[in-house]
């Protein structure tokens, strides 16, 4: 039996070496029992320096210094470690926090989402606990990135000397100011008009055959 409970836990072992996101896991004590191939390459954090080793130890390659982190908000809310996430949700058992941590990879730093669950052992009593640990630094710098092409196409849209607007349903919608200035209707009115009443009653025709040219792809 006991070799048996030695050969599950060396499988355990290797399933979590082998994760693909930066794993570790800790006893009922937070003592490191486990601690992944991918969670050194993030920190440069050898198993050996920090396996049995507790006091918070293992948010030291992440902030720098021991300190709390989401793994202590399994088993109830604390508002001043949730405070230092950007966000912390709570799905049954499960916690995902995110955060930035800035030494990891040699101090440069990464955005990450963090995954917390409690382990439970066979009386169905917590034994500990595993996090995993994402680098979303790319998906992080691409919002960002996307944050300022959308400001810099609404400061174009906005100071454009031509009137800009969506045509949905047969109303404009999100109208720049040019388009105020030149129909000389408010925000409401435009909501409230159709714009075949904007065109003049001779080309009124022309413009609805080319709204409908230009919807089927023309």
């Not at 793994?71 to 949730?82: E, K, M, Y």
């Not at 990879?105 to 409690?118: C, D, T």
Request: aromatic share 8%; net charge negative.
């Amino acid at each position: 039996a006991e070799e048996k409970l030695k050969a599950a836990n060396r499988r355990l072992n290797e399933i979590i070496d082998f994760l693909p996101d930066a794993t570790f896991v800790v006893d009922k004590d937070g003592k490191v029992i486990a601690w992944n191939r991918a969670i050194e390459e993030m920190t440069g954090v050898k198993k050996e320096e920090i396996v049995g080793k507790g006091n918070h130890i293992y948010t030291v390659p992440f902030y720098g210094e021991a300190r709390p982190n989401v793994l202590d908000l399994i088993n109830g809310h604390n508002p001043d470690i949730a405070g230092k996430y950007r966000y912390v949700k709570r799905k049954g058992d499960v916690l995902y926090g995110e955060v930035f941590v800035p030494k990891v990879y040699g101090g440069r730093g990464a955005h990450v989402w963090a995954i917390v669950a409690p382990l439970f052992d066979s009386e169905g009593k917590q034994a500990g606990a595993i996090e995993s640990v994402r680098d979303i630094t790319e998906f992080k710098e691409a919002e960002a990135a996307l944050r300022q092409s959308e400001e810099n196409y609404r400061l174009v849209i906005e100071n454009s000397r031509d009137a800009i607007f969506i045509l949905q349903n047969e109303r404009i919608q999100f109208p720049n100011p040019r388009t105020h200035q030149l129909l000389g209707y408010t925000v409401a009115e435009l909501r409230e008009t159709v714009f075949a009443n904007c065109v003049h009653p001779e080309d009124r025709d022309m413009a609805a055959l080319q709204q409908k040219e230009i919807l089927a792809g023309r």
